[in-house]
């Protein structure tokens, strides 16, 4: 698949913005949207892709799916009566993004095929001076719609570089290289995995997937949504909102099943995964090989009905071992053995703290962001940071979910941004930001909550956490308890900086 061509970009601005979004996949459109229908018409997103979607326009790689339902999947101010299926192919959700713009008319406000390279706050101007490839432009309030995955994460296996045919990770993938008939390598067996190994094990000639730890695996139970519906939920907006509601509360539930702590009721979800790969998966050698050594939740539960039967087919291999080194020619094993390959697809995940760390931001004093993140990726509730003034982060830092649609926490997130925008023009503030001793109080209480999570108490490493074992990436409870915390902010927990008479 290609970028679409660029659309009409709006006049390069010359005067301070009133808000400036990096990025444009659902936290920055969501977020130009509300601030348009606040009345903040100056706003400006910058994408460097050619296309908004920002992870949907990244990842087309075959099977690309949600695993949420679609209908919770898309924002609640921006509702979709004719989703396809109950889950969401990349197609469609990357389509449903491209027509927010439209429908919204946003495309005054993009920049697309823009990179930002560095934003450094003028503490005297009270603004933020943003470099481009493009060039520069500044804004009274910068936020940060950078999503977590689109920097791939590379394994560091050793002869990594030698192989000699083709080599993309699965958030690259090459539609060029044809694979009917080649012996195709998966490395990996985590949610882009389970997903690129069903849709093309038919067509290759041989697939090994080599996995290092089996994943849990629960029912995806996905079906066609036809006309009837489509037409029930045009005509009955209340149908759709109830199905959405039901979906809603019965993630939520799942925060009780083991998706956020271990608890009584973690073995039953556990059982539920084990009798789904009972079912599907006949011979006991290769079920024992599929069995996860951990809770469940500690590392991302998936969701799959295709999954454990590609792995029994003929034509397709698992392999446990430890990888010694990738040769010329395939991947060779600890013992020994030798995998002769033609394409090798790397499904490693992604690089959760690159997306900030790669663009150099420049608080108060010259803090870099990265320097103030040395210890620990952290944020105040997820979304400003002290010492960065008028700077705020859409799923920041332990704001993303296991369990239900983190397009609830980008609402949530969008709405607290917005009061914090209303309270700097009631009040004539030039600049607003987190107290230092508030941001470490939230991050001792969550720290706190992690420390009994599923995620620190499973048996397991993540990519969720850090270096130092730190969870880094998800909120440790329910939606309802974020979206409660975010309801309105607490201006005690901030620095609010009045605007210079004349200013």
């Not at 050793?158 to 045919?165: E, T």
């Not at 139970?221 to 039901?246: E, K, M, Q, V």
């Amino acid at each position: 698949m290609t970028d679409e061509p660029a659309r009409d970009t709006p006049p390069w601005p010359t005067t301070p913005l009133a808000v400036l979004v990096i990025g444009a996949g659902f936290s920055g459109l969501a977020m130009a949207i509300r601030c348009r229908q606040a009345g903040i018409d100056d706003v400006m997103v910058v994408e460097k892709a050619a296309s908004v979607g920002g992870t949907w326009h990244t990842n087309t790689y075959p099977g690309a799916a949600c695993d949420i339902p679609a209908h919770l999947y898309a924002l609640s101010f921006a509702p979709k009566a004719d989703w396809t299926r109950t889950y969401a192919g990349q197609p469609e959700i990357a389509a449903y993004l491209g027509g927010l713009v439209e429908r919204f008319d946003l495309a005054r406000c993009l920049a697309l095929s823009t990179a930002v390279t560095g934003a450094v706050w003028d503490e005297g101007r009270a603004l933020w001076r943003v470099e481009t490839d493009r060039g520069p432009v500044e804004a009274r309030v910068l936020v940060s719609g950078m999503g977590a995955l689109h920097h791939p994460a590379l394994p560091a296996i050793p002869g990594l570089s030698s192989f000699r045919g083709p080599l993309f990770h699965t958030a690259a993938w090459d539609h060029h290289v044809p694979l009917a008939g080649r012996r195709v390598g998966v490395i990996g067996t985590g949610a882009s995995a389970i997903q690129v190994v069903p849709a093309i094990a038919p067509e290759v000639g041989r697939l090994v997937l080599f996995q290092r730890t089996p994943p849990w695996v629960m029912p995806r139970n996905d079906r066609a949504i036809g006309p009837r519906l489509h037409a029930l939920f045009r005509r009955l907006p209340l149908a759709r909102r109830l199905l959405r509601g039901a979906q809603f509360w019965l993630r939520e539930a799942q925060a009780a099943l083991g998706f956020t702590r271990v608890s009584r009721l973690t073995r039953l979800a556990e059982m539920a995964s084990r009798l789904h790969l009972r079912r599907q998966v006949r011979d006991p050698a290769l079920r024992a090989k599929l069995r996860p050594p951990y809770r469940l939740g500690c590392k991302r539960v998936l969701i799959s009905d295709e999954f454990y039967p590609a792995l029994t087919r003929p034509n397709v291999a698992l392999e446990t071992g430890q990888i010694r080194a990738v040769t010329p020619d395939g991947v060779t094993m600890a013992d020994g053995t030798h995998h002769p390959l033609d394409v090798l697809v790397l499904a490693t995940g992604f690089d959760v703290t690159a997306s900030l760390a790669r663009v150099p931001v420049v608080g108060r004093d010259g803090l870099i962001l990265a320097r103030a993140w040395g210890e620990r990726v952290a944020a105040h509730r997820g979304v400003a940071l002290a010492g960065f003034p008028n700077f705020f982060m859409l799923l920041g830092p332990n704001t993303g979910l296991g369990h239900n649609s983190v397009v609830l926490m980008i609402e949530a997130q969008v709405e607290y941004v917005l009061a914090c925008l209303a309270e700097m023009k009631a009040r004539h503030l030039a600049a607003i930001e987190p107290a230092p001793e508030a941001q470490a109080r939230h991050l001792a209480e969550l720290e706190a909550r992690l420390s009994a999570s599923i995620w620190q108490q499973g048996g397991c490493a993540s990519w969720y956490q850090d270096a130092a074992g730190h969870n880094i990436a998800l909120w440790p409870g329910t939606v309802v308890a974020y979206r409660r915390a975010m309801r309105a902010p607490d201006w005690s927990e901030f620095v609010l900086t009045p605007a210079r008479s004349g200013a």
